[in-house]
Antibody, heavy 121, light 106 residues
Framework: QVQLVQSGAEVKKPGSSVKVSCKAS????????ITWVRQAPGQGLEWMGG????????NYAQRFQGRVTITAGESTTTTYMELSSLTYEDTAIYYC??????????????WGQGTLVIVSS | SYELTQSPSVFVSPGQTASITCSGH??????ASWYQQKPGQSPVLVIY???KRPSGIPERFSGSNSGNTATLTISGTQAMDEADYYC?????????FGGGTKVTVL
C-alpha cells in the first residue's frame, strides 16, 4: 500500500522560495496524479495544483499560477512542489496526496504527513 | 469561481446522528468527496464518489449528493468521530474544498 512521505519543516524569509518533496513508499506514483494542498494555521484546506508524474503534465489553481511549480522526479516515485515569492501568508502546512481515481478529477487518498513551512524574517 | 459552503459547526450527542451538509451550484451533477481531519493529523478520506466508503472506514459513515447539496451522515456518532470534516468536488479542472465543519461530540 502506497504511503506518501514528505520532506521536513522549512523556515524561509519573505521573497524566497521553498521546495517540498513527496516520496511514494511501497509503490510508485506512475499512473496516479499527485495533488498539493495547503492549510494555513487554523484555516481550511486549499488546493494548489497537481501533476501526472508519468507525463509531467500539470494543473495549477489560478491563484497560484506563476508562483507554484510542481514537478516529478525521473523515477516517478517523488514529486516536488516549489512556491516562490513567499510572503507571511504562505505560512502553512503543505500536503501532498494521491488522486486515486487516476482521472485527475477524483478523490485524494492517501495523504502525506504534511510539511510545515514558516515564512519569517 | 466555484464555491462549496459548509456550516462551521455541528454538535451531536454520543450515539446520535450527525448530518454535515455541503452546498454548491448543481453540486449533484458532480462527485463529492469527504475528508476527516483530527487535530495535528493529515486529512483522511471517508467518502468518495458521493457515497462510497474506502476500506477501513466504519459503516456509520455514509454520504449522499443531490441537487445543490451533498450530505455526510455519521450514524451512532462516537467520541472518536470528533473532528473537522471537509467536502471536496471538482469544477472543471479545479479542485474545490468546502470551508470545513467542526463536529463536536458532547
Amino acid at each position: 500500500q502506497v504511503q506518501l512521505v514528505q520532506s521536513g519543516a522549512e523556515v524561509k524569509k519573505p521573497g524566497s522560495s521553498v521546495k517540498v518533496s513527496c516520496k511514494a513508499s511501497g509503490g510508485t506514483l506512475i499512473n496516479y496524479p499527485i495533488t498539493w494542498v495547503r492549510q494555513a494555521p487554523g484555516q481550511g484546506l486549499e488546493w494548489m495544483g497537481g501533476i501526472i508524474p508519468i507525463f509531467g503534465t500539470t494543473n495549477y489553481a489560478q491563484r497560484f499560477q506563476g508562483r507554484v511549480t510542481i514537478t516529478a522526479g525521473e523515477s516517478t516515485t517523488t514529486t516536488y512542489m516549489e512556491l516562490s515569492s513567499l510572503t507571511y501568508e504562505d505560512t502553512a502546512i503543505y500536503y501532498c496526496a494521491r488522486e486515486s481515481s487516476g482521472t485527475g478529477e477524483g478523490w485524494f487518498d492517501p495523504w502525506g504527513q504534511g510539511t510545515l513551512v514558516i515564512v519569517s524574517s | 469561481s466555484y464555491e462549496l459552503t459548509q456550516s462551521p459547526s455541528v454538535f451531536v450527542s454520543p450515539g446520535q446522528t450527525a448530518s454535515i451538509t455541503c452546498s454548491g451550484h448543481k453540486l449533484g451533477d458532480k462527485y463529492a468527496s469527504w475528508y476527516q481531519q483530527k487535530p495535528g493529523q493529515s486529512p483522511v478520506l471517508v467518502i468518495y464518489q458521493d457515497s462510497k466508503r474506502p476500506s477501513g472506514i466504519p459503516e456509520r459513515f455514509s454520504g449522499s449528493n443531490s441537487g445543490n447539496t451533498a450530505t455526510l451522515t455519521i450514524s451512532g456518532t462516537q467520541a472518536m468521530d470528533e473532528a473537522d470534516y471537509y467536502c471536496q468536488a471538482w469544477d472543471s479542472t479545479t479542485a474545490v474544498f468546502g470551508g470545513g465543519t467542526k463536529v463536536t461530540v458532547l
